[in-house]
């Protein structure tokens, strides 16, 4: 009897042995194109947006442009202080910050920006100075930085007092400028910070901060330090200069 269970438990091992290496024949004679296929993915589908030529991409939210609707507040009151003629909206000097009604947290920011040709008497970080808050915390700096000397760190394009663009792209005053924007929101548990922002700029189409890392508020005396924070609005400064914003849109990123 234990010699007939031994025959046949060799007899079945052994069938397990050769069906398994007939299964990886049968694996090794896949086709190329049935490989392929195994490392598809199929989902999620992104959703369409269309971006033609020349246009905002159909899901952004307009903030100075055609379609815009009414989306800055004062910072100080309830007012719009700030001067908006032919989509082009202008610092008025002295009434202070305009920040969006609207909260933001991950965002894609589109916006053309412009310093007034006469220069005349303006140096270094008083020369056509403003710059775009995200959350109302964090400086990218707007400023005439054409043959115009500052600190690094404080010039066009730098995350202001954390970090110095990689090239200065800036053209002449009176010019328009581009920034594209990738700003990825610092993130909070319990009041703590478990994962700091980053902030990627292209000005003029040449990359100028590459996810950089956020060290937290922007300030101008000491070092920039996190407080936590939900989702909060953009802000546009008022540093007493005349520039000029066209061409504003923001696509709000994840869910
Ligand atoms: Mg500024």
Redesign the pocket.
Known sequence: MKIMNLKLSVFVITAIVINSSALANDQEKLEPWQEAKKSEVWEPVPKVVSAEEGQVPSDAIVLVGKGSQDPWISVKSDTFPWKLENNVLTVTPGTGDIKTKQNFCDVQLHIEWKTPTEVKGMEG?QRN???IFFQQRY?I???DSYNNQTYPNGQAGSV?KQSIPLVNAMRPPGQWQSYDIIFTAPRFEDKELVKPGYITVIHNGVLIQNNVEIQGNTVWIGEPSYKAHGCAPLQL?D?GNLVSFRNVWVRPLGE
């Open positions: 970080q100075n403003s710059g400086e700096q707007i400023l202001y400064q540093h």
